[in-house]
């Protein structure tokens, strides 16, 4: 089942610099999307959502852009920060309701280097 | 900041024995979730509650599989049989159903069936 794909297992970027990851989905039933950061050992965090009925959400340091047409998100963080350095899951739920069942990709390890 | 909690941290097993995975969802969430990790796989969906019935459920959660709210504030998965691929990171989490799909994850809790 590769609904949520995550093709880049991990990514290094320079401290300030700016960190993009990317996440791909196939099912066009997809109307919710959030991103989430987990260290080693602990749960996963919530970050950042977008809808579908939007093409971008800031959060500070945290942008998500989505394009519906390409079934594309992204994830921009400016600037980056050694503190970031996490695995990130991109992840998507259904329509209706807040109870849906979320549908992770593999994730992509980030590594921020001074 | 109100939290999702689970014991134990880490549970190590004999295969065939029953297992109880706890977990104490954020106090006025009213939707519950399992999730599953195997080392080095993605985030796996399980079961999701509400109103004290299962809304949903994945393949993986087949007859050996069961949850239970029993109190106002515990949320449990039990294994009945434990098998040695039942072997990963459990992870509880919750949300209020408002309308938006951010779920709130716990820490989690490694099973290590032997």
């Known amino acids: 089942d590769q609904q949520v794909k995550q093709n880049s297992p991990s990514l290094s970027v320079q401290e300030g610099r700016i960190s993009i990851l990317n996440c791909d989905y196939t099912?066009?039933?997809?109307?919710?999307f959030l991103w989430y950061k987990k260290y080693p050992a602990e749960g996963p965090t919530f970050l950042i959502s977008?809808?579908?009925?939007?093409d971008k959400n800031e959060d500070g340091r945290f942008t998500v852009f989505l394009n519906k047409s390409a079934k594309h998100l992204s994830l921009h963080i400016v600037p980056s920060q050694p503190g970031d350095s996490a695995v990130y899951f991109c992840a998507a739920a259904g329509i209706s309701g807040g109870y849906n069942k979320l549908i992770f990709g593999a994730g992509t390890r980030l590594a921020v280097h001074p | 900041e109100p939290e999702v909690t689970q014991t134990p941290s880490h549970q190590v097993t004999q295969m065939g024995q029953e297992v109880i995975l706890r977990c104490v969802p954020i106090?006025?969430?009213?939707?519950f979730y399992w999730y599953r990790q195997i080392l080095g796989q993605k985030v796996e969906f399980l079961v999701s509650f509400y109103n004290n019935e299962i809304s949903e459920k994945s393949e993986i959660f087949d007859d050996q599989f069961s949850v239970e709210r029993p109190d106002g504030s515990n949320f449990t998965l039990k294994i009945r049989s434990t098998k040695l691929e039942d072997s990963a990171m459990y992870f509880c989490?919750?949300?209020?159903?408002?309308?938006?799909?951010?779920?709130?994850f716990g820490p989690g809790t490694r099973l290590t069936v032997l």
């Open positions: 099912n066009s039933m997809f109307d919710y």
């Open positions: 989490a919750s949300n209020d159903g408002g309308g938006a799909n951010e779920q709130f």
């Open positions: 977008i809808s579908s009925i939007k």
């Open positions: 106090s006025n969430h009213l939707y």
